[in-house]
């Protein structure tokens, strides 16, 4: 019969797996049974509505059987099992998860990096071939009276012809490869290996892992005593999950295990939280919060969900209703038995006992990392790190519905204090006279340190929280006040910074240069011009008038898309009274009108690059500063 070949881009990824991947080859075992599991897993679920479907199969298990002779290792279930068409598309092409389609045009650099993405998605059945050198699948579908057998040697395709198979389930034989001067194969073949590799990596399976566990005994008395070999079947895992466990035998080992195998990451998570509630609804949880941000996040194809069990059976591979968008990097398992399982996905949306567990979940969540902001602050700022923007975003969506919940866990940049702050700490450390919660956005800590602007506010002593998130400035007009301070842009008119008599004088000199200021408004074309109540060194800043601020100018402008050309700050231009620049464009204006204009052209120019605004043409401002002189 011809052989059927992998799908291109599958033979590709076949090598790189065998070859370079793991170089913790065991964990094939994992996998394998892991696919038995949910095989056998999909069978009890299907027979809860369909009583003919399990037919005469019996108690639900998975064997692990190795037979040395022959160099086999088989790992049978008695769960769904495949059709024809089913072991083709499942076996024979492993393209069908979206992280795959990123290995077309792969330079050998990029396969690095490929290797990670595999690994964070698990490697599933192919991983088999890290061990074995052909491998066999006779499968019998519950669906069908017919049996096939698939077989492939990894390197060039497959076979599938009919086989005999009397029950339903799935037999995977895998003809172990001979032993080499750096691996030895037949450790595979050994039952103490194959028992441990069951006990560390798949001990919480919840159907009883099987083994034929060679044993003796002594027979007979005296000179008739002999030792009798025989074989018993032995249950080896203990088919509790970690997360039924009570929190005190949760061993650390074992949670950060089970995060790692079931949610495919390197690292262990940052925070485990275990959650067992008794009350109107009864569950438990096991939930984690991942150390870094996982690369695909920031993406659409990231979502957001926690796996659902009930009684015991899983129901949902990613339920999204347990956690709140705000929280949608935790992962994790909710166990209950108080959710009916027949019920259909739409259904559960709007069961009630799966809202209570949501709220719950969110409330155990935000108690945890209000723990750590309090008692670890390193461990936090890791998180905020990862997840920070995920917060700030979580307040600002849906016009601040849940900004009251999500404050107290937010950390800006101190510009005073050069740390991670919260808005409470700030609060704290305000001198009695200071007014306002100031804030100052930017591309950098730095640059906002050195914005004409905060002059004065770090003249007075007053700290400010520098922004440099797109979301920031949304975040402010959404947090509006706390405390009974308001949060204010170091650029707003009402920052509050001069005393009685400055204020006074500010507006006599306003008045004074009534007819300049509007010249100079007329000559730049913008939307003000006038004397800053802010600036103390430099001669000039720019600032906005109206809902739409210059970052936010900025932040559309950056969008793809021709609207954003329509997103425009009203510019203001603030003049300092108090520098020989003024003076010079205020004599300039007496005496040569021309002068002037090129004055005001430079300060404006001048204000823009300070902003962070582009200048139209930076030659003609060159030579215009160059004039000047
Ligand atoms: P994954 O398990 O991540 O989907 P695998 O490569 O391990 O990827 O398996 C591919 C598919 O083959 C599975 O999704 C499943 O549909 C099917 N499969 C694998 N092993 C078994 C099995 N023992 N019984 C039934 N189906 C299986």
Redesign the pocket.
Known sequence: MAKKQFKAESKRLLDLMINSIYTNKEIFLR?LIS??S??NDKLHYISLTDETARGETGELFIKVTADKENRTLKIS?N????TKE?LEN??GT?CKSGSLQFKENMTESEEKEAVNIIGQF?V???SAFMVCDRLTVI?RSYKENEAYEWTSDGADGYTIKTAQKEKVG?D?ILHIKDDTEDVKYSEYLETYTLKRLVKTYSDYIRYPIKMDIEKTKEEGEGENKTTVTYTEEETVNSMVPVWKKSKGEQKKEETDRFYKDTFFDFEEPLFTISVAAEGVVSYKALLYIPAKTPYDYYTKEYEKGLKLYSNGVMIMERCGDLVPEHFRFVKGVVDSDDLSLNISREMLQQDAALKTISKNIDKKIHTELKKALDNDREKYETFFKAFGIQLKYGCVAQYGINKDALKDLLLFRSSNQDKLITIDEYIKTMPEDQKHIYYACGETVQKINTLPQSELVKAKGYDMLCLTDEVDEFLMNVLREENGKDFCSINSDNADLLDESEEKKAEETAEANKELLAFVKETLGIEEAVISKKLKTHPVCLSAKGGITLEMEKYFAALPGEDKEKVKAQRVLELNPNHSAFSALSKAFSEDKEKAKTMAEVLYSQALLIAGLPIENPSEYAEKVCSLF
């Open positions: 996998e696919n038995a949910d095989a279930d769960g769904v099992g495949m089913e499942n076996l492993i698990g599933g059945f192919y499968s799935t995977i």
